[in-house]
Protein backbone atom coordinates (compact mmCIF):
# COMPACT_ATOMS: atom_id res chain seq x y z
CA UNK A 1 0.00 0.00 0.00
CA UNK A 2 1.34 3.53 -0.68
CA UNK A 3 1.13 6.32 0.82
CA UNK A 4 -0.32 9.58 -0.49
CA UNK A 5 3.64 10.97 -0.71
CA UNK A 6 4.89 8.21 -2.48
CA UNK A 7 2.13 8.08 -5.05
CA UNK A 8 2.67 11.78 -5.71
CA UNK A 9 6.22 10.98 -6.01
CA UNK A 10 5.48 7.92 -8.44
CA UNK A 11 2.72 9.90 -10.59
CA UNK A 12 5.63 13.04 -11.19
CA UNK A 13 8.17 9.91 -12.47
CA UNK A 14 5.28 8.84 -14.80
CA UNK A 15 4.58 11.89 -16.44
CA UNK A 16 7.36 11.59 -19.32
CA UNK A 17 6.42 7.71 -19.43
CA UNK A 18 4.64 6.35 -22.55
CA UNK A 19 1.75 3.75 -22.62
CA UNK A 20 3.44 0.49 -23.55
CA UNK A 21 0.10 -1.37 -23.26
CA UNK A 22 -3.27 -1.29 -24.38
CA UNK A 23 -6.54 -2.85 -23.24
CA UNK A 24 -9.03 -3.19 -26.14
CA UNK A 25 -11.63 -5.40 -27.41
CA UNK A 26 -10.00 -8.37 -26.41
CA UNK A 27 -10.16 -7.61 -22.50
CA UNK A 28 -7.91 -8.73 -20.01
CA UNK A 29 -6.61 -12.22 -20.33
CA UNK A 30 -4.02 -14.15 -18.28
CA UNK A 31 -1.26 -13.64 -20.88
CA UNK A 32 -1.83 -9.67 -20.82
CA UNK A 33 -1.40 -9.85 -16.88
CA UNK A 34 1.74 -11.97 -17.27
CA UNK A 35 3.46 -9.52 -19.97
CA UNK A 36 2.72 -6.94 -17.48
CA UNK A 37 3.70 -8.26 -14.66
CA UNK A 38 7.59 -9.29 -16.39
CA UNK A 39 7.34 -5.73 -17.79
CA UNK A 40 6.92 -4.06 -13.76
CA UNK A 41 9.60 -6.64 -12.98
CA UNK A 42 12.19 -4.86 -15.43
CA UNK A 43 10.66 -1.36 -15.10
CA UNK A 44 8.92 -1.06 -11.76
CA UNK A 45 6.31 1.22 -13.35
CA UNK A 46 4.33 1.53 -16.15
CA UNK A 47 1.91 2.81 -17.92
CA UNK A 48 -0.85 1.79 -20.19
CA UNK A 49 -3.70 2.68 -21.92
CA UNK A 50 -7.56 1.70 -22.41
CA UNK A 51 -9.30 1.91 -25.70
CA UNK A 52 -12.73 3.20 -26.58
CA UNK A 53 -13.90 -0.34 -27.44
CA UNK A 54 -12.51 -2.23 -24.52
CA UNK A 55 -15.84 -1.98 -22.64
CA UNK A 56 -13.71 -1.13 -19.30
CA UNK A 57 -12.97 1.99 -17.92
CA UNK A 58 -9.34 3.01 -16.97
CA UNK A 59 -10.25 2.48 -13.23
CA UNK A 60 -11.94 -1.01 -14.08
CA UNK A 61 -8.92 -2.19 -15.98
CA UNK A 62 -6.37 -1.01 -14.01
CA UNK A 63 -8.20 -2.48 -10.63
CA UNK A 64 -8.35 -6.06 -12.47
CA UNK A 65 -4.97 -6.29 -13.48
CA UNK A 66 -3.31 -4.62 -9.90
CA UNK A 67 -5.65 -7.02 -8.29
CA UNK A 68 -4.13 -10.14 -10.65
CA UNK A 69 -0.70 -8.93 -10.44
CA UNK A 70 -0.15 -7.78 -7.04
CA UNK A 71 0.35 -4.26 -8.05
CA UNK A 72 -0.42 -1.01 -7.32
CA UNK A 73 -2.44 1.59 -9.02
CA UNK A 74 -0.98 5.02 -8.96
CA UNK A 75 -3.07 7.33 -10.75
CA UNK A 76 -5.89 6.73 -13.30
CA UNK A 77 -5.89 10.11 -16.14
CA UNK A 78 -8.68 9.80 -18.53
CA UNK A 79 -7.94 6.56 -20.81
CA UNK A 80 -4.56 5.82 -19.16
CA UNK A 81 -3.39 4.37 -15.92
CA UNK A 82 -0.29 4.15 -14.01
CA UNK A 83 0.78 0.84 -12.04
CA UNK A 84 3.67 0.02 -9.92
CA UNK A 85 5.53 -2.66 -8.17
CA UNK A 86 8.87 -3.18 -6.47
CA UNK A 87 10.79 -5.36 -8.62
CA UNK A 88 12.66 -7.87 -6.98
CA UNK A 89 15.96 -7.75 -8.98
CA UNK A 90 15.55 -5.15 -10.96
CA UNK A 91 15.21 -2.34 -8.02
CA UNK A 92 15.46 1.40 -9.36
CA UNK A 93 13.05 3.69 -7.81
CA UNK A 94 14.07 4.26 -4.31
CA UNK A 95 10.56 5.53 -2.67
Do not use: W
Amino acid sequence: MLTSKQRAYLRSLANSLDPIFQVGKGGISEEMCNQIGNALEARELIKARVLDNSGYTAREAADVIAEQIGADVVAVLGLKFVLYKESKKHKRIEL
